[in-house]
């Protein structure tokens, strides 16, 4: 059981940015990463469209024998986490939220800009994030549509990125905040861009480290991680079926 992959699911190439902070931490564990950009963006579909896809793609992993499930996508778990948890009790089902807690912590009373996607802003889950913080910090929420399609076309930087992140954040260039949290895990590929834009002062905040150190937690808890000492697999796999795609995933693990 221990050496069979960790599942790590996303509706694109964005979730690469969760695998390679799982891999940092455990680089003897094997992996299994499925990428959904067949059916890309989810962010903007509605719930119940959301709650199949996200099914549909934990179901192709622990098909392929996943041992556990990292949902590497904030709008799928805040879609779908419970009914996941609810079809697998007896595997580790971890989901990524934005990491609002660190950066409320960064200062005292800090002004925070949230980015992410329409739904992961729009749902339940991200409201009582948002009531827990309040009082801590001044939380503003941006959804981004449109975004994540740069980093599904392998854009990562250039003029029309550029341009794109200018327009979207005009109102935080002339009225700053001092943390921005990306609250989508294709947000970190263009985290450069981001800063250009905002300002060198800015700091920045993912959640792709917490649930790397989450998914540890779970597995041990549960006697399933992988006690070889060898370097692990990553296997990678994607609803389009292009090697094109495959590639990008593969520059993206190495990214930095
Ligand atoms: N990567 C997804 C997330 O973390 C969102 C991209 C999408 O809209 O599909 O929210």
């Known amino acids: 059981m221990m050496h069979r992959p960790i599942g790590v699911l996303d509706s694109g190439v964005g979730g690469i940015s969760v695998l390679r902070e799982l891999v940092a931490l455990m680089p003897n564990e094997n992996y299994i990463f499925y990428g959904d950009s067949y059916n890309a963006p989810y962010g903007t579909k509605s719930l119940e469209e959301v709650q199949r896809l996200t099914c549909a ?29 609810g079809r697998y009790p007896d595997i580790p089902v971890i989901g990524i939220e934005p990491a609002l807690k660190p950066a409320v912590l960064a200062s005292a009373h800090p002004r ?9 802003l729009r749902e339940e889950k991200f409201h009582q994030l948002l009531e827990a913080h309040r009082t801590e910090a001044e939380i503003v929420s941006l959804p981004c549509p449109g975004l994540m399609e740069f980093v599904e076309r392998g854009e990562l930087q250039g003029e029309a990125l550029e341009n794109f992140l200018m327009d979207l954040l005009t109102e935080y260039r002339e009225h700053p905040v ?21 300002g060198e002062q800015v700091r920045i905040f993912d959640g792709g480290a917490g649930t790397a150190r989450e998914t540890r937690r779970r597995l041990e808890e549960c006697g399933l991680r992988n006690t070889s000492a060898a370097q ?11 090697p094109k795609t495959v590639a990008l995933c593969r520059q993206l693990l190495d990214f930095s």
């Open 57 to 85: 793609a934990a179901e192709h992993l622990v098909n392929r024998g996943a041992k556990a499930l990292v949902v590497a996508c904030n709008t799928a778990t805040s879609a779908a986490i419970n009914i996941l948890r």
């Open 112 to 120: 925070v800009l949230v980015m992410a996607t329409p739904m992961t």
């Open 178 to 198: 001092d943390c921005v949290v990306l609250g989508c895990t294709h947000y970190p590929f263009v985290k450069n861009t981001i800063r250009k834009v905002l």
């Open 232 to 242: 692990g697999k990553i296997w990678i796999e994607n609803s389009l079926h292009a």
